[in-house]
């Protein structure tokens, strides 16, 4: 007896998972700025001429690309960090696979140092975004205070 097939809705109900589609979305970018930088720097010697341009705005781009998550789930610390790491493992997994391909790549950074610098980012953007709410929560709500009454 042939195992049933599940159905296509069920194949790609990850697809609906907005924390899974914004990781994945944000790290496909970050990994395409990442690739487009090393070829650029590596294999076109031209580039040598403006490096420090090119770096600059390399650098600019991922910073906007990793805001994405953080706008994304601006409400809801856990979501951002989980999309964020989400994302930031598509871009280690990319790290790791163009040090093959570039060998002096790892001299710098290893791939895990690649994650937890990713990590500690979104961490640190999720514990701000977590007291803030709690702030903003605590300022619309009025302090009641009860009194004593003296005997």
Do not use: D, K
Not at 127 to 149: D, K
């Amino acid at each position: 007896m042939p195992l049933p097939q599940p159905s296509a809705q069920r194949r790609f109900a990850w697809v609906r998972n907005p924390i899974l589609r914004t990781g994945l979305i944000t790290g496909v970018f970050l990994s395409a700025v990442l690739s487009t930088w090393l070829v650029f720097a590596n294999r076109v010697p031209s580039s040598a001429n403006f490096a420090g341009l090119r770096n600059t705005a390399t650098a600019a781009l991922t910073g906007l690309l990793m805001l994405v998550p953080v706008v994304r789930f601006l409400r809801s610390p856990g979501r951002l960090l989980l999309a964020g790491l989400t994302g930031w493992t598509v871009l280690t997994c990319t790290y790791l696979i163009m040090g093959l391909g570039f060998e002096r790549l790892y001299s710098r950074m290893g791939p895990f140092q690649v994650f937890m610098l990713g990590a500690i980012v979104y961490g640190c953007f999720a514990v701000i975004t977590w007291v803030s709410s709690l702030v903003l929560a605590a300022r619309h709500q009025p302090i009641a205070t009860a009194r004593r009454r003296s005997y």
